[in-house]
């Protein structure tokens, strides 16, 4: 894994490898990406990766981890044990080579920058898009052609309709009905402890129907294509 750049400048690159990588120096109390409000990419012009906020950018990033660098902290003395923070972001289903890739970050810079990573398994040929969708309070989207989906864990119901043509009905109760599906991925389901995540890599589900039922609040849905 090579060391790309650092999160307070533009980092240009002339292929889009596999994997995205940010991390901390050391472990931390703080929030994951504590500071760091915006990541773009683009290749050859066009926006890939499109996230913004500190909460949406470790939900995303967080989708995919099958381990963590979660901080265990003993309140008492003060002691921190574990990992740094360190979470990956699939680009792509391998290395891409002769394209023009920028990566641009807002916020988390100077003394509180975090490092670039990235690193490839393979050639590829297919880059992944990451991007928002908010759904306004007591609407509805639909979502398909998706790899992932972070969706709220609570206020919510979602029906998912498989390309088989069975469809089922999941109401978002802290994700005790949704964990159910991820069994097959050994993956991470809960995502920081508020988010579900929705797992489509194999290409079984054909649409996702996610109803918000916060009667006051929009919601945030992230989206893996």
Known sequence: MAKIGTTDQV???????????????????DAGFNGLS?????????EIVSLTTNQIIERAFSVSNQVGGKVVSDV????????????????????IEGVNVNYSFSGATGAD???VYANSENLGSENYFWSTSTINSLSNN???DFRSLVVPQSNGECIINWVNGFSSKFTLDGGKELVSLASGYMSQVNILEDSIGIYN??????????????????????LNR
């Open 11 to 29: 980092i240009t690159q002339n292929a889009l490898e596999q994997y995205l990588v940010i991390n901390s120096a050391s472990a931390t109390f």
């Open 38 to 46: 915006g990541v773009n990419i683009s290749v050859n012009g066009t």
């Open 76 to 95: 008492a003395t003060g002691s921190v044990t574990g990992l740094p923070h360190q979470l990956v972001l699939p680009l792509a289903d391998g290395k």
């Open 113 to 115: 920058a975090y490092s």
């Open 142 to 144: 639909v979502f398909q």
């Open 201 to 222: 890599t194999d290409g079984a589900i054909a649409s996702v129907q996610y109803f918000n039922n916060d009667s006051t609040n929009a919601q945030t849905v992230i």
